[in-house]
Each structure stands twice: as structure tokens, then as C-alpha cells.
């Protein structure tokens, strides 16, 4: 796992160095259409819709043009969902960089862990479980789940609960695919229920 985080790092490293740099002020006005179910500055109000204030803004580009190839392709190619193919089909690469540079340079509210998760979910997401194959997440997300800009892995620290939980679903049950080298379904399909449940809960308080 360690061996593809570093090759994942490389290569996301060198394909992002030509990408046109986003102008935030510019993606502030784009992003107004967003702040429905984002929220105005991206701290998303509703618990199904994920938080993108404070996230890396490679991340965010790379989730809207898989929407926006998603929504080309009928769903079957990049990641697929009804409300979100829609809303990125119109926009150009330009408008995806300034979006993304807006939300970036945002504060993200932080959430709270209930305490009876904090011991397992600790040791789940610090350790793993070697019995099971589960791979420790902080080997891609950090110790305090900020992610990897270079190498493309997500900040999902003080994400919502909801949110984190349908997305370890989605991946477990390969409805959602476009995640690199297949390493978050290879996770998540050896998560049960209650894993997922502690790890979502333990995540939306990590910062």
C-alpha cells in the first residue's frame, strides 16, 4: 500500500505541473450555484453533501471532471450522480480551476467525534487491522486526515458523518470507481458496517 501511495505521489506530481493555477476571486462568483448544497463558503449545511472548504484544490478539479465525464459518457466512465454530472457539464477547465481555488482557500468548520468512538476509531484509522487486510488510512490521509496534495488523496478531516459513510458504501459496493488504482474499493470491501460507522464518526471530529 505504502509502495502505491509513493507511486501515486510521483505520478500525480508530474501531471499536475502544466495545469493552469485558478484564480479564487474568479471562482467565487462561479461557485454561487453551489452554495445551495455546498454552502456559501463550502461548509455544506446538509449532512449528505459533502464540506469542500479547506479541500485541495487537485482533488477538487480532478471530482469535477469525472462528473463532467460522467455525465458524457451516460455514467459509465468517472463518477457518477445525478445532481452533480449536471452541474459540471457546463464548465470549462478555466472554471473548474477557479472553483476549486475558491473553495480551497475557504476554513472548514470542524465537526466532533462522539467519545465512545475515539479508541476504536483511532486505532482503526492509525493502525488498521492487519487480520483483515484493512490498511491503516492515515498511510494515505495522514495522522490528522489532511491527505496528500501531490499524490491526490483527500483532505477528510471534520468531513460529515453521513457524508463519509455513503461515501465508504459507494466504494465497497463499486458504485463509485474513480478512485486511483482501485485502492479505496480494495479498502472498503473489507470494512463492515460498524467500521464504517466508527470510521465516519471518528473522521467528522479528526483535525
Given amino acids: 500500500m505504502k509502495k502505491l501511495c509513493l507511486l501515486a505521489c510521483l505520478t500525480f506530481s508530474l501531471t499536475t505541473e502544466a ?3 485558478g484564480d479564487a476571486e474568479a471562482g467565487k462568483q462561479k461557485a454561487t450555484t453551489c452554495a445551495a448544497c455546498h454552502g456559501p463558503d463550502g461548509n455544506s449545511a446538509i449532512p449528505m453533501n459533502p464540506k469542500l472548504a479547506g479541500q485541495h484544490a487537485n482533488y477538487l478539479v480532478k471530482q469535477l471532471k469525472e462528473f463532467k465525464l460522467a455525465s458524457q459518457t451516460g455514467g459509465e466512465e468517472g463518477r457518477n ?11 470549462s477547465e478555466q472554471d473548474m480551476q477557479d472553483i476549486a481555488a ?5 476554513t472548514l468548520k470542524e465537526g466532533t467525534t462522539p467519545e465512545d468512538v475515539i479508541e476504536p476509531g483511532e486505532a482503526l484509522y492509525r493502525g488498521g487491522d492487519l487480520e483483515r487486510g484493512i490498511t491503516a488510512c492515515m498511510a494515505c490521509h495522514g495522522p490528522r486526515g489532511n491527505g496528500m496534495q501531490l ?6 478531516s471534520g468531513q460529515h458523518t453521513d457524508y463519509l459513510a455513503a461515501q465508504l ?11 486511483m488504482n482501485g485502492m479505496m474499493r480494495d479498502i472498503a470491501m473489507k470494512l463492515s458496517d460498524k467500521d464504517i460507522d466508527i470510521l465516519s464518526k471518528y473522521l467528522a471530529g479528526l483535525h
Fill in 19 to 21: 495545469q493552469t493555477p
Fill in 81 to 91: 450522480n445525478a445532481v452533480m454530472n449536471g452541474m459540471a457539464a457546463p464548465l
Fill in 102 to 106: 475558491y473553495y480551497s482557500e475557504q
Fill in 151 to 156: 499524490a491526490g488523496f483527500p483532505d477528510i
Fill in 169 to 179: 458504501k459507494a466504494f465497497r459496493n463499486g458504485t463509485r470507481h474513480n478512485d
